[in-house]
């Protein structure tokens, strides 16, 4: 998954599992924040936009549309794991959340990454 919308998916992830509404993501790995707003988290059809990609991220769970990369994101949620397929990539991300701090495995370039959402 690219960088700035695993970053994306990160928040997405924490929203989701806390059922809280965040505004942004600090990406350990570039040392910034990125900005991305939460609504609906509490439904089965919460919503985002990404700012620093310039577009929305909707529908349900098992079929998030991500705009700016036109592509589908599915998502299973298990407890504080999150384990999404992104179509655009072909491959599986999963996502830990722990409180206000996710990590990320990301199986395309098997490498993990941290975030923190705020």
């Not at 695993?6 to 924040?33: K, M, P, T, W």
């Amino acid at each position: 998954m690219e960088q700035d919308k695993r970053a994306c998916f990160a928040l997405i992830a924490a929203a989701i599992v806390n059922r809280r509404e965040y505004l942004s993501v600090y990406d350990f790995q570039i040392g910034g924040h990125l900005s991305i707003s939460a609504s609906n988290v509490q439904t089965s059809t919460p919503s985002f936009y990404d700012y620093n990609r310039g577009g929305a991220i909707s529908g349900s769970l098992n079929g998030m549309y991500d705009f700016p990369s036109a592509s589908h994101v599915s998502m299973i949620v298990n407890g504080n794991q999150v384990n999404c397929y992104d179509f655009e990539s072909g491959y599986h991300i999963s996502f830990n959340v722990n409180g206000n701090s996710v990590s990320a495995y990301d199986f395309a370039d098997s490498c993990h990454y941290n975030y923190s959402v705020n």
